[in-house]
């Protein structure tokens, strides 16, 4: 497919749509199991009769319209970076082409924010997602009730323990599950819409929304914060752009998933419209379950936890995809990233992000211990996201597309509106539990710019009184002796003589026949290709200046790109070539650029960090690393 990359263009589109649908929209296709319920039934409950039904279901369809459809599907998937979509792949897109705007640093905290508040959303997800299924063992059966937080806790013990191994091998029953899932949803709710068929065209009304919001403006507001979970996974269409493209993702929206949910919203109200004030009380505390006759109720259960750890498992992929990108933009610091498979470069299991992930599910679990509890910790994150998306977006169009303002600006207050309404709302739930992602959003996004700026600072100090190479290769390096074999000194800087060879030359008073000064690039781009990857430039006396460029999706292996080698005295040889590397030991000072405890925060980051040896794939047995003090 054209529009997100080439590789994909011998694949075929119905293909990509059907396999979207079983990694994509996993997180919004378990929506109706607890969306409409807590609407209802939440905290601030509604009674089910026709005025609250018809204006909650209007008020979902039009979310789905307005938030899914027109601002993800329609205008924000356009914003891709090389294909790749997400906050980061939307900030790095921003920066390179309008990075000299005025409001660039607040822009990109405003993106690094975005992707802070989805390691909230990572881990509330599976929590809700996963709870929310087996509490339907409730409605087969009372007796299970006190199972369904054990079982709740196995099923994601289970799902986290099993991602080392990857996702390759299971990944291909992902799409036959999901796509059965949602046309048993579909299913459901056209058995139930004949015994009331008013929900048909009342849904489409946007009167009834306005009525409801007009009439008990108070109790629709409180509203607004349990519909949005309707919709949320909708930023995930755009996060996931990059595996399967933006063509896919919108057919398998427009005629898989979004008619499937609206028939179920559809079913649900019907069901409640359909029985006795007193009957539909009950129903209210689970209508999802409900829509299923007692016979099939067990197995709908089973597919909906199915359906529900797929969804879990959407999240916890994004979240290594994340960090990887986080990582290799500058935002965080080398953790350790296995590839879990061969084929796919997208494949990757990151163990520090993955562990802790599953503890703070389970304590979630164990704390909130049913949906509806976690359902006040839920959205807060969601909506903060989109409510930032719309600002990043805002920007694109007028500073970037130029886009006509009386086109743009409408749009732009439709969005704002809606989104501003349904963060307000969800903002009442801070007290209940909307804490949770805040404060998770907080930690994190102190650690990212913690990290960035200290790392900036970093680079400062290094680049400060370096010896050029042009001197040093015609003086130091025509005096030293001269030992076979290639010395490669990894820096981040691209200018001057790296410390670590200067320090390797006082200590050992040696300087190999072939060095390189190893550069490393990360591009805001997702993949480089292989022919622009190395940058060569001779110095003379046999030393070089070499930078292998990548993308922040790519796979970074320096020995193998070596051994690709064209210039520069040509290959590298394993058994042949040395890696010297600096490691720094930071020294806190009382400098006016950072707090004290941010000074301390960045050190205990970098004393923890992954090895520059493990992470650039370098052979332990050709490393040698020099030490030295910094102080900051």
Not at 82 to 110: D, F, M, P, V
Not at 116 to 128: E, K, N, Q, R, V
Not at 131 to 156: D, R
Request: aromatic content about 10%.
């Amino acid at each position: 497919m054209a529009e997100a990359g080439g590789h994909r263009s011998s694949a075929s589109t119905a293909k990509l749509a059907a396999g979207a649908v079983g990694i994509v929209f996993g997180d919004i296709g378990t929506s109706p199991i607890y969306a409409f319920r807590e609407t209802f039934a939440g905290h601030h409950t509604l009674v089910p009769d026709a005025l609250h039904v018809y204006g909650v279901l209007s008020l979902i369809f039009w979310s789905m319209m307005i938030i899914v459809t027109l601002k993800y599907v329609t205008i924000i998937m356009r914003a891709d970076n090389r294909g790749e979509g997400g906050s980061l792949a939307l900030l790095a897109l921003y920066t390179r082409q309008g990075g000299g705007a005025r409001w660039t640093k607040g822009i990109i905290l405003l993106g690094v924010f975005a992707t802070s508040l989805f390691y909230g959303d990572s881990m509330i997800t599976p929590a809700i997602s996963v709870l929310s299924a087996v509490e339907g063992l409730s409605t087969v059966n009372p007796a299970f009730s006190p199972l369904v937080i054990p079982l709740a806790v196995v099923i994601l013990v289970a799902l986290f323990s099993v991602q080392r191994f990857g996702t390759a091998g299971i990944a291909r029953f992902f799409a036959p599950v999901m796509l059965t899932y949602f046309f048993v949803l579909a299913l459901l709710g056209l058995a139930h819409i004949p015994n009331h068929l008013p929900v048909l065209w009342e849904m489409l009304n946007p009167l009834n929304a306005t009525h409801f919001l007009g009439t008990e403006p108070y109790r629709a507001f409180f509203a607004l914060g349990s519909v949005v979970l309707a919709v949320t996974g909708a930023e995930a269409l755009y996060a996931d752009m990059g595996h399967f493209g933006r063509k896919p993702i919108r057919l398998s929206w427009l005629w898989i998933v979004m008619p499937a949910l609206l028939l179920n919203y559809l079913g649900q109200g019907a069901l409640l419209l359909s029985h006795d004030p007193a009957s539909a009380q009950k129903l209210v505390q689970n209508p999802f379950f409900y829509l299923a006759p007692d016979l099939l109720r067990l197995p709908l259960v089973i597919l909906a936890t199915l359906a529900t750890v797929i969804a879990s498992q959407a999240v916890i992929s994004g979240a290594f995809s994340v960090t990887q990108q986080a990582i290799q933009l500058g935002f965080m610091p080398r953790l350790r990233i296995e590839h879990t498979s061969e084929d796919a470069a997208g494949q990757i299991y990151v163990p520090v992000i993955n562990w802790l992930l599953l503890v703070a599910v389970i304590l979630l679990v164990l704390t909130f211990r049913s949906s509806s509890n976690l359902s006040a910790a839920y959205g807060i994150a969601v909506t903060g996201a989109m409510l930032i998306d719309t600002i990043l977006i805002s920007v694109i169009l007028l500073s970037l597309w130029k886009w006509r303002k009386s086109l743009v600006i409408p749009l732009l207050a439709l969005f704002f509106t809606v989104d501003i309404l349904y963060f307000g709302a969800n903002l009442l739930k801070v007290p209940e539990g909307g804490w949770v992602p805040l404060l998770i959003g907080a930690l994190v996004f102190t650690l990212l710019t913690t990290w960035a700026k200290g790392r900036q600072r970093l680079l400062r100090y290094f680049s400060r009184e370096v010896l050029p190479v042009e001197l040093f290769a015609r003086t130091g390096a025509k005096t030293a002796l001269r030992v076979p074999g290639t010395a490669v000194f990894l820096t981040t800087s691209t200018a001057g003589v790296p410390p670590s060879l200067l320090h390797n030359l006082k200590h050992n008073k040696v300087l190999h026949e072939r060095t390189f000064l190893l550069t490393v690039k990360i591009a805001d781009v997702p993949r480089v290709p292989d022919d622009e990857r190395t940058e060569v430039e001779s110095y003379g006396s046999g030393i070089y200046r070499v930078i292998l460029n990548y993308g922040f999706m790519d796979h970074i292996h320096v020995p193998r790109a070596l051994a690709r080698l064209d210039g520069g005295g040509g290959p590298c040889k394993v058994m042949e070539t040395s890696y010297f590397l600096g490691r720094q030991t930071l020294l806190p000072s009382r400098g006016k650029w950072m707090h004290r405890w941010q000074e301390q925060l960045f050190a205990s980051m970098m004393r923890n960090s992954e090895s520059a040896m493990t992470y650039f794939r370098l052979p332990p047995n050709r490393v040698v690393e020099l030490g030295s003090q910094v102080k900051i």
